[in-house]
């Protein structure tokens, strides 16, 4: 199984430190569904790990939440594309759980879903504690230049990021990196 584990917010859709509530405050990021839809078709099952603490604090209800993923899906869809799941960590940071970001909990919970070892497995997000996450648990950890890096594009990098760190320009420089990488440094049993 060829698997890519990326962050919602950031990396796919804008993202606002006023959180996203509502399907309309969910706007995609330019490329970044043409470039799941790219990763598909090449045979690439996506997952997102997302943290939306949003609903610990009462922000914004699940139904709200699955809302703004039907449209994330249907936008997929009109572009080829598709997401195979998403997980999210509902806790706010005051909660201590361990499934919030930068802990791997998301991420151990996805490799026991699909029943495969998350080493090497590609992981992208725009802040520091998602890569930190997806390095916790074996993944190889990718940092787009958008959302919370974004001012990283004309120069330097967050402090602490997982040795071995690969920074792309958006999702759609990331999954060109992928596509033209090819399978050759999937790791053995994924």
């Not at 569904?33 to 914004?60: D, K, P, T, Y």
């Not at 699955?66 to 594309?81: E, I, P, Q």
């Not at 594009?153 to 967050?158: A, F, K, L």
Request: some cysteine; overall charge negative; proline content about 6%.
């Amino acid at each position: 199984m060829k698997l890519i584990i990326l962050d919602r917010d950031g990396t796919i859709n804008s993202d606002s430190d006023e959180f996203v509530k509502t399907p309309d405050e969910w706007v995609p990021l330019p490329g970044a569904l043409e470039a799941i839809a790219r990763l598909n078709h090449a045979g690439w099952h996506v997952v997102i790990a997302s943290n939306q603490s949003g609903l610990g604090r009462g922000l914004f209800d699940v139904a709200s939440l699955n809302a703004m993923h039907a449209k994330m899906f249907k936008l997929l869809a009109a572009v080829g594309g598709r997401v195979d799941a998403v997980f999210y960590c509902p806790h706010s940071a005051e909660e201590y759980c361990t499934c919030r970001k930068p802990l791997p909990g998301l991420f151990e919970q996805i490799g026991a879903r699909f029943g495969v070892s998350l080493k090497g497995v590609p992981t992208a997000g725009d802040s520091l504690r998602d890569l930190q996450a997806g390095a916790a648990a074996g993944c190889e950890p990718h940092l787009v230049l958008t959302g919370k890096s974004a001012p990283y594009r004309e120069g330097g990098q967050p402090e602490g990021l997982p040795a071995g760190t690969i920074l792309h320009r958006d999702l759609s420089a990331f999954a060109d990196f992928i596509l033209e990488r090819g399978d050759q440094l999937l790791p053995a049993g994924v």
